[in-house]
């Protein structure tokens, strides 16, 4: 009896264990027009969205454990409706043949990273995430990295965070996306 409560329990244990992916890589939408009103991408926002689909399938930092295999963005809400981190990710969803999850609104972050982190269909694999700017910094603390980074800059959308995890540490790299004209060097 005392070995199948032992079996039992090292079993429990072992199936709660995170299933954790190699790589999240977070990103704020592209470009949003003037109008703040208008819940869909700029003219530029669109150019980045499509360039972007050659910064994921090209950039060797970025596929370290392969091409993607899950797309998350924010979910539109009442009061929240835009359609830009949905719209930033379509072109690579139509590339990669994956669909782009929304389960969740933005300010629900904790919950989306912990929906990831315990997926073991993402277990050593790369998951791409596309959120609001405002809620990245806690996004980013929510899949361990430590210390939270600094707030996202309101007018920066040509950046990608790449969070790598080793031994059950998650690691935080800024990298630049270099995709259009005007984009950061550094």
């Not at 199948?4 to 990103?27: C, D, M």
């Not at 669909?99 to 790369?126: C, M, R, W």
Request: glycine letters at 4%; proline letters at 8%.
């Amino acid at each position: 009896m005392k070995r199948l409560l032992l079996i039992s329990a090292l079993f429990v244990g072992f199936t709660s264990l995170r299933a954790q992916p190699a790589q999240v890589i977070l990103l704020r939408h592209a470009e949003k027009p003037a109008d703040e009103w208008d819940v869909n991408l700029s003219t530029r926002g669109e150019a980045r969205a499509r360039a972007l689909v050659s910064f994921f399938t090209n950039t060797p930092a970025l596929l370290t454990n392969g091409l993607p295999v899950a797309l998350f963005a924010t979910r539109p809400t009442p009061h929240g409706h835009s359609r830009r981190t949905y719209e930033t990710l379509e072109p690579l969803s139509k590339e990669l043949n994956l669909p782009v999850e929304s389960p969740y609104a933005a300010k629900d972050f904790y919950a989306q990273a912990q929906e990831i982190l315990n997926n073991h269909d993402y277990a050593g694999k790369t998951v791409v995430v596309c959120w609001v700017h405002d809620y990245l910094p806690e996004m980013a603390e929510a899949f361990g990295v430590k210390p939270k980074p600094p707030a996202w800059k309101s007018k920066e959308f040509d950046r990608v965070w790449l969070i790598t995890f080793r031994d059950k540490k998650a690691s935080l790299r800024n990298l630049p996306q270099h995709l259009l004209p005007g984009d950061s060097r550094r």
